[in-house]
């Protein structure tokens, strides 16, 4: 089992619903966030090409926050979703400053705290927060190890991208494009 | 062409709009770890090769510095944790991936040896207090005690020193995800430095004119090493990918260009060698001068790395 989620740039309108659905899921303190929007323009005007993304921890398979911790508090769990374990968590940093898409931040409460995939609702059998609230069904979160989950097919179906390859993270989070 | 990048809803403390999460308290402590890391292993190699009464400055007078130097450090980075009575979880594991966790490791090895050094030379130290005494007696015993294991604890920092030194950098260089830091030359740079600066500490404290011409000569050649590898790093990322070029722009034309150079390059090592070189061929130069800079520049080397690293990272 490899959860992973895709993300349609095509259809994304930079709403910050999944945003707003994540901090209120989790708690999140005000003025911080686990998943934000970037929004990119290519270009010169006329011709000009926009990008919407929604972003968040990528999970990636060589995290490079697991490798620096130096307590373990950051790990991979079953299903190879990246989390913090808060009463390991020394705060330090090091996973902050060694993460290339700084989707980390320190918590008003001292540990670090970050895009958990909403293993608490994933364990329900429910889409993550972000997921669920989605407008346009922009997200797809699901196993990319079974062949015929909705993930995999879009996967197989449409042009892709992930963040920061050449970072050689392996990051879990692709991007429909 | 990318025109704009917006990222919306989001201003992290600390990391938008750029990384600045690790401030003085790191960068003091990677310069007073190194530091006394340098003096630590100069003491242990003096003791080793049976030198102690010609270099007196390097075994009795500059090891004050290490345990003061690291209880400093330690309450620096204790300072800098946010779930600080949760700091005992780092040692309940080993981790061998993380170089924190080497540092952890190490400095709970170095620290009560650094003590335990200075503490041996407490008799020499204050020759003229009441040891044969009452309570004091005792303390004359241990100190006694010690005394007989200082060879045990010279062979037991020459390899942890070096460790502690290169860990240092290491801490740095394996986050790939900033760029400036990540270039393996940093930990044997860090290392480098931290032995010069240790030498410096040690001419200040010298009162010998032999031992302090000897440090010189030992400084001058880790001046030049460190010069070298300076070169080799920032080549290294010149011959680079576009994340490592836009990192040695910083030092070489961008914000922290003026601070390299003037305070680390020139002050902090090209003018203290120039004044060892005239100090070995016989001028008359306060040797304390070129060392005060070099210790000076070695710190505000590691402000500017801590700084500058935490600026760069993956563009996408």
């Known amino acids: ?177 | 062409m990318k025109e704009e990048l917006i990222i919306s809803g989001r201003n992290l403390p600390h990391i938008d709009p750029h990384l600045s999460l690790w401030h003085w308290p790191i960068s003091l402590y990677l310069f007073l770890g190194g530091l006394a890391a340098g003096i630590l292993f100069f003491a242990a190699l003096v003791t080793l090769f049976r030198k102690e009464e010609k270099y007196l400055g390097a075994v009795k007078y500059a090891t004050i510095i290490p345990p003061i130097a690291l209880s400093v450090g330690l309450l620096a980075l204790l300072y800098d944790l946010t779930h600080l009575w949760y700091a005992w979880r780092l040692y309940m594991v080993i981790r061998i991936e993380s170089p924190m966790s080497w540092g952890a490791w190490t400095l709970l090895l170095v620290t009560p040896i650094s003590f335990l050094w200075m503490i041996s030379y407490f008799k020499e130290y204050f020759p003229n207090w009441k040891w044969q005494q009452g309570v004091w007696n005792y303390a004359s015993i241990a100190i006694d005690f010690i005394n007989k294991y200082k060879r045990v604890m010279a062979w037991i920092l020459v390899p942890s020193t070096i460790i502690l030194g290169i860990y240092t950098g290491i801490l740095l260089s394996a986050f790939n995800a900033r760029p400036l830091w990540n270039n393996s030359i940093l930990g044997p740079l860090f290392l480098t430095s931290g032995l010069s600066t240790g030498a410096a500490a040690i001419i200040v404290l010298s009162k010998s004119h032999d031992e302090r011409r000897m440090f010189s000569m030992i400084d001058l050649v880790l001046i030049g090493i460190e010069l070298f590898l300076i070169t080799h790093m920032l080549m290294g990322m010149l011959a680079g990918s576009q994340v490592q070029l836009e990192a040695s722009e910083l030092l070489l034309g961008g914000e922290f260009t003026v601070a390299f150079w003037v305070f680390v390059i020139i002050l902090g090592l090209a003018f203290p060698a120039v004044l060892e070189i005239f100090e070995l061929i016989g001028y008359k130069v306060p040797a304390v001068i070129p060392a005060l800079l070099v210790l000076l520049g070695g710190m505000i080397f590691r402000f500017i790395m801590v700084d500058a690293g935490q600026i760069t990272r993956y563009l996408y």
């Open chain 1, 1 to 177: 089992m490899r959860y992973a989620m895709a993300i349609d740039t095509l259809k994304c309108v930079g709403c910050s619903d999944c945003v707003v659905a994540c901090q209120t899921e989790n708690n999140v303190p005000i003025g911080y966030c686990r998943d934000w929007i970037t929004e990119t323009v290519d270009g010169t005007y006329p011709q000009l090409e926009i990008e919407l993304r929604s972003e968040r921890c990528n999970h990636c398979e060589t995290a490079p926050c697991v490798r620096c911790c130096p307590t373990g508090a950051s790990q991979i769990v079953d299903g190879g979703i990246v989390i913090v374990e808060h009463d390991e968590c020394i705060g330090c940093g090091a996973c902050i400053e060694s993460c290339p898409y700084e989707a980390r931040y320190t918590h008003p409460e001292g540990y670090v705290d970050k895009c958990t995939f909403c293993l608490h609702r994933v364990k329900e059998g429910l889409q993550p927060a972000c997921v669920a609230a989605c407008p346009t069904k922009c997200m797809y979160f699901g196993d990319i190890d079974d062949p015929n989950s909705e993930i995999s097919h879009m996967l197989k179906t449409r042009k892709q991208k992930t963040l920061a390859p050449e970072a050689g993270t392996n990051p879990h989070i692709f991007y429909l494009i």
